[in-house]
């Protein structure tokens, strides 16, 4: 297990963005909250939202749902506490400043996504402003509950959306693993905040053992290629989730050890088909990104 640690530990500290380096030296070793918010900082725009592709499979420099959801679920995972920061202002700015939203949702695949280096699951078509799932649009209304003020508007409007994506929810469950993600994240930080009396949570947390239940791939022989596996959803055995699925994240553990790549780094299972330069790159930025997930996964397992 040290083996394995150093190898993917040197493949970060040889390849990855300055922002991914501060995550791993946070979660992985001694380092400090202050840097990861440092690092992202370059990404955030003036009007408070993020671009610059600080989600890898986009590359638009413009403030875009998908970045502001990939800022949230950062902070968010380092457990952030000071919501005066600067960063987190900024971003509850945005968010409060109706860019993308139309009243309920933020548009995901945005026009100006077209013009940059892209994945084609983000290439906007001409309806694509009026999608309207909960896709980040939940992360990004739990992060609002997290930081906001509670007698703010901001606070007010992450309230409505917490209510109505509940409400939204299909009866038979959540079909798509990233939407799905996205909720349980906000799940967790109505719990953070001590807001789970202002919605109806428990409706909120039957539905989501229901989609997790339904979404995690359960035959370790499938888990090579793009499909849900436990660490989607869970990170430790503390998670809500870990019970009605301990054989199989536990089995997890072993796939992950078992299916390290000798430079350190873990195959990714996805491609864009263009831009082949670009992705090249972006390539490279999550394998760094997998390492810090399925090291952290470990360690909330208690294997590392």
């Excluded at 875009?64 to 995972?77: E, K, N, V, Y």
């Excluded at 798509?176 to 905040?193: F, I, K």
């Excluded at 000798?262 to 082949?276: F, K, M």
Aim: proline fraction near 4%; include cysteine.
């Amino acid at each position: 297990m040290i083996q394995a640690f150093e190898k993917a530990r040197a493949f970060v500290y040889r390849n990855a963005r300055p922002l991914d380096l501060a995550r791993f030296q946070y979660h992985l070793e001694d380092g400090d909250k202050a840097a990861v918010m440092q690092a992202l900082s370059f990404y955030q725009n003036e009007d408070g939202g993020f671009g610059h592709g600080v989600e890898a499979d986009c590359w638009n420099p413009h403030s875009i749902t998908l970045h502001a959801g990939t800022a949230c679920r950062i902070i968010l995972d380092i457990d952030f506490d000071d919501a005066d920061h600067p960063v987190i202002q900024g971003l509850l700015r945005w968010c409060e400043s109706g860019a993308l939203f139309n009243g309920h949702t933020w548009a995901l695949d945005v026009p100006s996504n077209n013009d940059y280096p892209h994945a084609p699951w983000w290439h906007a078509g001409s309806n694509s402003a009026c999608r309207t799932d909960y896709n980040e649009t939940a992360r990004i209304a739990g992060f609002i509950i997290r930081y906001a003020e509670r007698d703010s508007g901001a606070f007010r409007l992450g309230l409505r959306i917490v209510q109505e994506a509940i409400a939204a929810i299909p009866p038979d469950g959540i079909s798509d693993m990233h939407t799905c993600s996205c909720y349980v994240t906000m799940a967790e930080q109505l719990a953070r905040a001590q807001a789970i009396d202002l919605c109806p949570y428990d409706a909120l947390m039957e539905k989501l053992h229901r989609s997790v239940d339904q979404l995690i791939e359960k035959d370790p022989a499938k888990w090579n290629a793009y499909v849900c596996r436990p660490s989607f959803f869970l990170s430790s055995r503390d998670s809500e989730f870990y019970p009605e699925h301990q054989a199989a994240a536990e089995a997890e553990c072993d796939f992950i050890l078992q299916n390290q790549q000798e430079d350190g780094s873990w195959s990714i299972t996805w491609a864009w088909g263009a831009y082949p330069e670009e992705w090249a790159v972006s390539k490279n930025w999550w394998k760094s990104h997998l390492i810090i997930q399925n090291l952290l996964y470990l360690k909330g397992l208690g294997r590392l």
